[in-house]
């Protein structure tokens, strides 16, 4: 049990260094609808070269087929390289080919959709690996939406623990309602929330907050990006981004109310950079 025990330290210990140390970088967008300039960004800071190409992982959508083809026309706008739909939901996640396609890829793009749907298909395969494989040695990962969420290690998954209604906005401010669960660890140490000024997320995101007072937490709007590399985030896109951080004295009531002092709070639209922690 010890050996087994560091052996998970070991892993989640290199995860973070890669993070820190991965020569990619992440674009990462709110949901909704993206402007052909968003795409044009996402490009430019994919900087392809002419035998590049472009996979779109579209697991976490119901209609997987039907992102493809939006997601596809825009991209194809701004480039003219190959875009392959490798749905794992549909394909034997060891298929070595594909795993070494998908690895070699410069631009990767999570559809939006379920995040659930998305880790149940590649969590603890070789497409979790390869993934960190292709940011490591210097692809961009992009997703919008659920594509956006699966970033972090600590996933917000959508659900309550403590109200059994869904409420897109979480209506309360109660300490372990917030359900997470892993994600694709890209941050390690941040956490992202989407739709974040459509849907009024912020007492899901102060929750976030509370429950997990060491990392960052990052409300990405609609429409709207943020461009990782190492600690340092970039907005692009029409709205805003929210950034949470440094909570001090967290607490909780007899009612399992949440309260802490203060906090390190801002707003910052296009052309911003903001401090994160990968």
């Known amino acids: 049990m010890k050996r087994i025990f560091l052996v998970v330290i070991s892993f989640a210990l290199t995860l973070a260094a890669q993070a820190q140390n991965a020569k990619g970088n992440l674009f990462i967008i709110g949901g909704g609808d993206r402007s052909d300039a968003l795409i044009k960004q996402m490009v430019a800071t994919s900087n392809f070269k002419a ?7 579209p697991m976490a959508s119901e209609i997987p087929d039907t992102g ?18 490798f749905n794992f939901n549909k394909h034997d996640v060891n298929d070595k080919k594909w795993i070494d396609s998908l690895t070699g890829a410069k631009l990767i793009y999570i559809l939006g959709g379920d995040q659930n749907r998305f880790m149940k298909s590649v969590l603890g395969t070789p497409v979790y690996t390869a993934i960190h494989k292709a940011y490591n040695n210097g692809s961009t990962i992009a997703g919008t939406s659920a594509g956006a969420a699966v970033m972090s290690k600590y996933m917000i998954t959508g659900k309550q623990l403590l109200d059994t209604v869904y409420k897109e906005t979480f209506n309360k401010l109660w300490d372990k ?3 997470f669960a892993q994600g694709l660890g890209l941050l390690q140490n941040t956490i992202i929330d989407q739709h974040f000024l459509k849907r009024n997320r ?13 990392l960052v937490c990052v409300g990405i709007d609609e429409g709207t990006a943020i461009i990782v590399h190492g600690n340092k985030a970039t907005v692009a896109g029409d709205s805003q981004v929210i950034r949470f951080a440094v909570p001090k004295n967290v607490q909780t009531t007899s009612k399992g109310l949440i309260k802490f002092s203060n906090a390190e709070f801002g707003v910052f639209t296009e ?3 903001i401090t994160i922690k990968p």
């Open 177 to 179: 309602n917030v359900e």
């Open 271 to 273: 052309g911003d950079v």
């Open 202 to 214: 912020y007492n899901r995101l102060i929750s976030s907050l509370a429950a997990h007072p060491d």
């Open 51 to 57: 035998n590049d190409y472009i996979i779109v992982l």
């Open 68 to 85: 493809f083809k939006y997601i596809s026309l825009q991209l194809k706008k701004q480039v003219n390289l190959t875009i392959k739909n």
